[in-house]
């Protein structure tokens, strides 16, 4: 990753993306703080980005909705606004957030570095590099952060990337697929 996201920074998208789901709850346009941001700064530049939302259900923080883009033409701050909406009211693998929900998700966010071809499967390094396979008309995406969350090691993370794929197991090295690499930048509400 070629640039960092301040505290500061980070507080701004968390709160916007905040923001953008209450003003869909609430049948309203959201309103946004103009931030105290120089035109410098990487929420002004083009940037991949993933929006996830955890809920608390019964004691444990399960998922309740991820959506991103890997690569955008808008910038970082409007991705951002973009990925929460969808990650809250378009993910197809849950139904739309409801009002009662909205106290209890927790927003994390996920700034990414380009991808980059990765001809060598062993230099995938667990809990630094996100995964992006494509092949077959078929393609899968993980975050960095997952295979550190699920306990796996390089094998199970890269049999995994395949899964997501809906690919055979090993398909990542194989020679109509292509695997790509990429950092991300991770932070959450508290």
């Given amino acids: ?10 507080k701004i998208l968390l709160t916007q993306a905040r923001e953008v789901i209450a003003a869909e709850l609430d049948k309203r346009k959201p309103v946004f703080d103009q931030p ?11 940037c991949g980005a993933f929006v996830t939302l955890h809920i608390l259900n019964g004691g444990v923080n399960a998922l309740r909705g991820c959506i991103g883009r890997m690569t955008a033409n808008l910038p970082l701050i409007e991705t951002v606004r973009l990925m929460a909406k969808e990650a809250a009211f378009g993910d197809p693998r849950f139904p739309p957030l409801k ?8 927003i994390e966010i996920s700034a990414l570095s380009p991808m980059t071809p990765c001809p060598d ?17 078929r393609s ?12 796996w090691n390089l094998d199970e993370y890269l049999d995994y990337i395949c899964v997501k794929a809906g690919l055979p197991s090993g398909a990542y090295d194989a020679p109509d697929t292509q695997l790509y690499t990429f950092t991300a930048i991770v932070f959450k509400e508290d």
Avoid: A, C, N, W
């Fill in 99 to 106: 009002k009662d929900e909205y106290p209890r998700i927790h």
């Fill in 36 to 46: 105290d941001i120089d035109g410098g700064s990487p929420l002004h530049k083009p």
């Fill in 140 to 151: 899968g995406v993980l975050l960095p952060q997952v295979p550190v969350e699920q306990g």
């Fill in 1 to 10: 990753m070629d640039f960092t996201i301040t505290p500061d920074e980070q």
């Fill in 121 to 137: 499967s062993r230099k995938v390094k667990v809990g630094v590099h996100g995964l992006l396979l494509q092949g077959r008309g």
